[in-house]
């Protein structure tokens, strides 16, 4: 979020006291459902509600990888819902890649900075490489029209050519992903939608909405009163765009989907380390452990994008224990996370400096996780909302990662609420009547 946009902070003078839809949330999901409603019906006045600033939450602190969980995920994703939902899930993602890579150019090429890049994953053990290497093997087996998109390389090669430093890893795969600064491609696309659909569109910052009731006797055409510090406002249909902070205000889904903080940095090892940012992001997975001297889990899972222009090291990953991890609170970082990371960066390309140099900045963001890993997106049931009506619908719990997801996720939403028919189809369809 470094140098907020001028619309930031924006809201109308008073809260409009109904709209047909009310978008809970301004990140890449929020942003997302908007465009493709306000594309898809011309009658259609929608109103984005946003707690803090807009895109504050994860999408405007995230580590900007565009990338899919591709092969590697396949098996087992495969084990739990079958190999064709499993092919499906991972087409989903890509499309979404590709989708956003091509969206981003179109409507925010200079201000996102998006580029496309290989993308080397590099495993601290053989054992790690070896399972994601069957994975591979497997996806490629079930699915041939997938075959040539992972390439592997051996640990003397990702030294050699990645200069990984003296991390000795057991190898790397490298394959196709994006890199991009997510709040800014979010902020241009709602600079634009505020310019196209002015009529149409209210955005409310700072207002965050605090209670959702269902009141049909007040309001018969626009039902939901949604409350707020600035008073209410009352719509035909909710969509929860609220990522980790979604059961606050939907308490049936607490502990199925629940807030996670996570950890990134900005690092300057200019002169230290070449900037190949506009080739190449990386992903170092180690296994868990915990660490008696830090007393924090490390969770071995480690992710870099350099900027193109600046040279900097955008660089996430965590050494946390659950009380700072298992929290919805990002307006601190755990210091003991944030030290990690600096250890870890010159460790990372085996480089010897006065560690403390070279912090530009930290900060932290909430993710939403989910016990299986994937979103929930659709309508919501009653036995969730224990209300009646049947005009709430969800897209959070996008887990560590998102991006990949969230776009096409929005999408989806929209054009549900706008067409009544599901084009792009849920990865959840059991939230979903029409897929059911
Ligand atoms: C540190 C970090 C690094 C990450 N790195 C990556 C990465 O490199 N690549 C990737 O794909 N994913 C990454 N992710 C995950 C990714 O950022 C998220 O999956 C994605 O941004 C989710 O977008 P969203 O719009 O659904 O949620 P968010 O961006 O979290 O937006 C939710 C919004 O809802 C608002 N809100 C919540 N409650 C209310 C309320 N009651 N009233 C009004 N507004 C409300 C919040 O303020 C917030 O702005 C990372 C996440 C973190 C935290």
């Given at each position: 979020?470094?140098?907020?946009?001028?619309?930031?902070?924006?809201?109308?003078?008073?809260?409009?006291?109904?709209?047909?839809?009310?978008?809970?949330?301004?990140?890449?999901?929020?942003?997302?459902?908007?465009k493709f409603l306000l594309e898809g019906r011309p009658d259609t006045h929608v109103t984005i509600l946003e707690?803090?600033?807009?895109?504050?939450?994860?999408?405007?602190?995230?580590?900007?990888?565009?990338?899919?969980?591709?092969?590697?995920?396949?098996?087992?994703?495969?084990?739990?819902?079958?190999?064709?939902?499993?092919?499906?899930?991972?087409?989903?993602?890509?499309?979404?890649c590709d989708q956003l890579l091509e969206t981003a150019k179109e409507m925010a090429r200079d201000e996102s900075e998006i580029r496309p890049v290989t993308r080397v994953r590099a495993f601290g053990d053989a054992e790690s490489l070896e399972e994601v290497k069957r994975s591979v093997a497997a996806y490629e087996l079930d699915h041939p029209a997938m075959r040539g998109r992972f390439e592997?390389?051996?640990?003397?090669?990702?030294?050699?050519?990645?200069?990984?430093?003296?991390?000795?890893?057991?190898?790397?795969?490298?394959?196709?992903?994006?890199?991009?600064?997510?709040?800014?491609?979010v902020l241009k696309v709602i600079e634009h939608l505020r310019n196209i659909y002015s009529a149409r569109l209210s955005i409310e910052a700072n207002t965050p909405v605090t209670d959702v009731q269902y009141l049909p006797d007040l309001r018969v055409s626009h039902p939901y009163a949604l409350r707020t510090p600035r008073g209410n406002i009352y719509a035909r249909q909710v969509v929860y765009c609220t990522n980790g902070y979604t059961s606050h205000l939907l308490p049936e889904l607490r502990g199925r989907l629940f807030p996670k903080r996570a950890t990134m940095t900005v690092q300057d090892l200019i002169g230290l380390a070449p900037n190949r940012g506009d080739s190449t992001s990386w992903n170092l997975h180690q296994k868990a452990r915990y660490d008696p001297n830090i007393d924090a889990i490390l969770n071995g899972s480690y992710y870099l994008q350099q900027n193109a222009n600046s040279g900097f090291f955008f660089f996430g990953g965590e050494a946390?224990?659950?009380?700072?991890?298992?929290?919805s609170d990002d307006t601190n970082a755990s210091a003991v996370s944030v030290q990690h990371l600096v250890d870890k960066l010159s460790e990372f390309f085996g480089i010897e400096h006065e560690n403390n140099d070279a912090l530009v900045s930290s900060w932290s963001g909430i993710m939403g996780f989910t016990p299986d890993s994937l979103p929930l997106a659709g309508k919501l049931p009653s036995s969730i909302t224990l209300?009646?009506?049947?005009?709430?619908?969800?897209?959070?719990?996008?887990?560590?990662?998102?991006?990949?997801l969230c776009w096409r996720v929005g999408e989806a939403i929209a054009k549900q609420i706008t067409v009544e028919t599901c084009p792009i189809g849920f990865l959840r369809p059991s939230l979903c009547p029409r897929c059911a």
């Open positions: 979020m470094h140098i907020p946009h001028s619309l930031a902070q924006i809201q109308s003078a008073s809260l409009p006291e109904t709209t047909d839809v009310a978008i809970i949330g301004s990140g890449i999901t929020g942003t997302s459902v908007a707690a803090r600033t807009l895109c504050s939450g994860a999408t405007g602190r995230n580590g900007g990888h565009l990338v899919t969980f591709g092969g590697a995920g396949y098996s087992a994703l495969k084990a739990q819902h079958g190999a064709d939902e499993a092919a499906k899930i991972l087409k989903f993602a890509q499309d979404t592997f390389i051996d640990g003397k090669q990702a030294l050699e050519v990645q200069r990984f430093g003296n991390h000795h890893v057991a190898g790397a795969a490298l394959f196709p992903a994006a890199a991009l600064w997510p709040y800014r491609f946390q224990i659950a009380h700072t991890a298992l929290t209300r009646d009506g049947d005009g709430e619908w969800i897209a959070a719990g996008f887990n560590g990662g998102g991006m990949c």
